[in-house]
């Protein structure tokens, strides 16, 4: 079999075998890449947060033809915000010099757009190497510091920064349509040209519809679920003041706001800390409903990863968040759950929504089908 000679280089942060979501999909990724592109990967280091415990159980492996090329990393407690943001900058850093050194004129490049200031250093480097680039789009930056009540200094003149940065990349790869009118606008303010404007591609994410399978539902109370980061952009205290009394919610993960929610003491609210991918399919059959949550203010800058796993695993999605986002017009659209709280759960309802739900991850959402979408965008 003749070998790929075109070049493609992944340039992500996080990359396997770091167990985070975005670990996971840029692995995969680069996996489906390599029939196609003779790979390279310019990351961090193996492990983003060395506090938590590496999954015995994760059977992930990575193309042996791949070349792995690691940035060392800053041991900074990512859940503050000064260790995040100086590690944002020490990796961009410590990264864009790797870029310097493998990436060549004519190549490909594929990044995720964490760490943020990266995006601005490769704009940069586009000019000066005439590589091709594509930027898959997970946060939108700085837009997402403001549901996230956070003061940028200077913001207007650092959003023109990343306005700009954007317009000269090749193409843009949003995860929904919300995101994709976002990045549309962005753009546009940042190109002096309209006719040069990027490609905008809408490619979501998928559902692990081979390791996660639907299971009964658990008897007796209605349990609510939600299983990710616990952090500021969720409004998870939100979901807390309006818990019914004859509901319960258990929280799967950790993050930023854990400690804030366990002082509000709530009875009715279980925490059980980080878990590994390799649980996700009994953690979502232990519920009647996952919840898929954003803060005001969030439209377009984010779509939730978990979504699609919980469709996997038939579970319905009670979503919370900006109307017409793309979660909320997923749910709607295909009748699989509820977009704010419903005024009663009845089971057989419920049941029958996780059903649907699985049948739309199958049909729509299933990895073959999404990574199929990027060997044929790029």
Same mark, same amino acid.
């Given at each position: 079999?003749?070998?790929?000679?075109?070049?493609?280089?992944?340039?992500?942060?996080?990359?396997?075998?770091?167990?985070?979501?975005?670990?996971?999909?840029?692995?995969?990724?680069?996996?489906?890449?390599?029939?196609?592109?003779?790979?390279?990967?310019?990351?961090?280091?193996?492990?983003?947060?060395?506090?938590?415990?590496?999954?015995?159980?994760?059977?992930?492996?990575?193309?042996?033809?791949?070349?792995?090329?690691?940035?060392?990393?800053?041991?900074?407690?990512?859940?503050?915000?000064?260790?995040?943001?100086?590690?944002?900058?020490?990796?961009?850093?410590?990264?864009?010099?790797?870029?310097?050194?493998?990436?060549?004129?004519?190549?490909?490049?594929?990044?995720?757009?964490?760490?943020?200031?990266?995006?601005?250093?490769?704009?940069?480097?586009?000019?000066?190497?005439?590589?091709?680039?594509?930027?898959?789009?997970?946060?939108?930056?700085?837009?997402?510091?403001?549901?996230?009540?956070?003061?940028?200094?200077?913001?207007?003149?650092?959003?023109?920064?990343?306005?700009?940065?954007? !317009? #000269?990349?090749?193409?843009?790869? $949003?995860? &929904? +349509?919300?995101?994709?009118?976002?990045?549309?606008?962005?753009? *546009?303010?940042?190109?002096?040209?309209?006719?040069?404007?990027?490609?905008?591609?809408?490619?979501?994410?998928?559902?692990?519809?081979?390791?996660?399978?639907?299971?009964?539902?658990?008897?007796?109370?209605?349990?609510?679920?939600?299983?990710?980061?616990?952090?500021?952009?969720?409004?998870?205290?939100?979901?807390?003041?309006?818990?019914?009394?004859?509901?319960?919610?258990?929280?799967?993960?950790?993050?930023?706001?854990?400690?804030?929610?366990?002082?509000?003491?709530?009875?009715?609210?279980?925490?059980?800390?980080?878990?590994?991918?390799?649980?996700?399919?009994?953690?979502?059959?232990?519920?009647?409903?996952?919840?898929?949550?954003?803060?005001?203010?969030?439209?377009?800058?984010?779509?939730? !990863? #978990?979504?699609?796993?919980?469709? $996997?695993? &038939? +579970?319905?999605?009670?979503?919370?968040?900006?109307?017409?986002? *793309?979660?909320?017009?997923?749910?709607?659209?295909?009748?699989?759950?509820?977009?704010?709280?419903?005024?009663?759960?009845?089971?057989?309802?419920?049941?029958?929504?996780?059903?649907?739900?699985?049948?739309?991850?199958?049909?729509?959402?299933?990895?073959?089908?999404?990574?199929?979408?990027?060997?044929?965008?790029?």
């Amino acid at each position: 079999m003749e070998q790929p000679i075109q070049r493609l280089w992944i340039v992500t942060e996080l990359f396997p075998p770091d167990e985070t979501s975005t670990s996971y999909i840029l692995g995969e990724i680069a996996n489906a890449m390599a029939k196609k592109y003779c790979v390279g990967v310019i990351c961090g280091p193996e492990i983003y947060d060395k506090r938590k415990a590496l999954d015995i159980n994760n059977k992930f492996n990575l193309d042996e033809s791949i070349e792995v090329h690691r940035a060392k990393g800053a041991d900074l407690d990512k859940n503050t915000t000064k260790g995040k943001i100086l590690s944002f900058l020490l990796m961009s850093q410590r990264m864009i010099a790797l870029v310097k050194q493998y990436v060549g004129q004519g190549d490909k490049v594929l990044m995720v757009t964490n760490p943020a200031p990266l995006v601005l250093l490769m704009s940069r480097q586009k000019r000066r190497l005439k590589f091709e680039w594509h930027i898959l789009v997970h946060d939108v930056f700085p837009e997402n510091t403001i549901p996230a009540g956070l003061k940028m200094p200077m913001y207007n003149f650092i959003k023109r920064l990343f306005d700009k940065a954007y !317009s #000269k990349a090749d193409q843009l790869i $949003a995860l &929904g +349509r919300d995101m994709h009118s976002v990045l549309k606008e962005k753009v *546009e303010n940042g190109s002096k040209s309209k006719g040069s404007l990027p490609c905008i591609t809408i490619i979501e994410n998928w559902a692990d519809i081979d390791n996660i399978r639907p299971q009964p539902m658990p008897e007796g109370k209605i349990i609510l679920e939600y299983a990710g980061n616990i952090g500021r952009v969720q409004g998870l205290d939100k979901i807390i003041e309006r818990l019914p009394s004859d509901v319960e919610l258990h929280l799967y993960g950790t993050g930023s706001m854990e400690n804030n929610l366990k002082k509000l003491k709530h009875p009715h609210v279980f925490f059980h800390g980080p878990y590994f991918r390799s649980q996700q399919n009994k953690i979502l059959a232990a519920c009647h409903i996952a919840i898929v949550t954003l803060q005001d203010g969030m439209y377009g800058l984010g779509v939730p !990863s #978990k979504t699609y796993n919980i469709l $996997a695993s &038939g +579970r319905p999605i009670m979503y919370i968040g900006p109307k017409n986002s *793309e979660i909320d017009l997923l749910v709607r659209d295909e009748q699989i759950g509820y977009c704010g709280w419903p005024n009663r759960w009845y089971m057989d309802e419920l049941k029958s929504m996780g059903l649907k739900a699985r049948e739309v991850a199958e049909k729509k959402y299933s990895k073959t089908i999404i990574l199929n979408k990027f060997l044929e965008t790029i």
